[in-house]
């Protein structure tokens, strides 16, 4: 009987293997699957977090167990399942599963909500898949990741100004208040009809304005300037090239960058 249960268990793991890493029409279908669910969880945990919807924490409690039965699974196949679990996007998973499954009941813990946006950090790895699926977005990749990392910024310094502030400012009373003030304290706006009070509410007030601006800046940068593409030039190093580039500008050497044939 031991021998049989092995047996299975080792059936049941080549299978999840050949799910997440494996080339298969169904892993394929399957992968897409844990895409959609990424996609559909990031946008449910950003939109409840604004508008506290009753009975949230049955929706909340589903994720959760579906979040921890993926991240078992992928710690089984590891090569080196510790390092997975110590890696940053198992921790961010691990926080996000307890703050999903702890019982939120008063205040004590309402700042678990905050451990809620980490699952932005997901949106890397939802990129990676997209990127290596759609040539668009293999040619937009900068001005998608600048994207990307200002709206989890601006999504995760939102969460972080309510939780801190809403207990005693009376001008930050909801999400919606408090993704006023990130943005406008993000673009150097600055109207003044919503400040954060205390020594803590200037601390956040100048990350968001300096780490903001710099994300912001970043992202009209790569807007403006000409498309590159990624390509290692063998002799010198030089990672980012023109599209239609046929020698390193740094080196002149010869390159080979694969394209989708598109003109």
Avoid at 13 to 25: M, N, T, V
Avoid at 165 to 177: E, G, M, R, S, V
Avoid at 218 to 235: D, F, G
Wanted: glycine share 8%; aromatic share 10%.
């Amino acid at each position: 009987m031991l021998l049989r249960a092995t047996g299975a268990g080792m059936e049941l793991k080549d299978i999840l293997e050949d799910y997440y890493e494996g080339d298969s029409r169904a892993a394929h279908r399957f992968r897409y699957g844990l895409l959609a669910f990424d996609l559909i969880t990031i946008v449910f945990l950003v939109v409840s977090s604004f508008l506290h919807w009753a009975g949230t924490e049955y929706i909340d409690a589903a994720i959760g167990i579906i979040l921890m039965l993926d991240f078992l699974a992928r710690m089984w196949i590891a090569d080196k399942p510790l390092k997975y679990l110590l890696s940053p996007l198992g921790l961010v998973d691990l926080v996000v599963i307890f703050s999903l499954l702890a019982p939120l009941a008063g205040e004590g813990v309402a700042f678990l909500r905050v451990a809620r946006l980490l699952r932005l950090g997901r949106s890397y790895l939802i990129m990676r898949r997209l990127k290596k699926d759609f040539p668009f977005i293999r040619r937009n990749e900068q001005t998608f990741v600048a994207s990307i990392n200002l709206g989890v910024f601006m999504f995760i310094m939102t969460a972080i100004v309510y939780e801190t502030q809403h207990l005693f400012n009376p001008k930050i009373t909801n999400y919606a208040d408090a993704l006023y003030f990130t943005v406008t304290a993000l673009t150097t706006t600055g109207f003044g009809d919503i400040v954060l009070e205390g020594t803590s509410g200037r601390l956040i007030s100048s990350i968001i304005m300096i780490a903001g601006v710099t994300l912001f800046l970043r992202l009209v940068q790569v807007m403006l300037r000409p498309p590159k593409v990624e390509h290692t030039c063998p002799a010198c190093g030089l990672k980012r090239h023109d599209f239609d580039a046929v020698h390193c500008k740094a080196c002149g050497l010869l390159l080979h960058i694969e394209d989708d044939g598109a003109t």
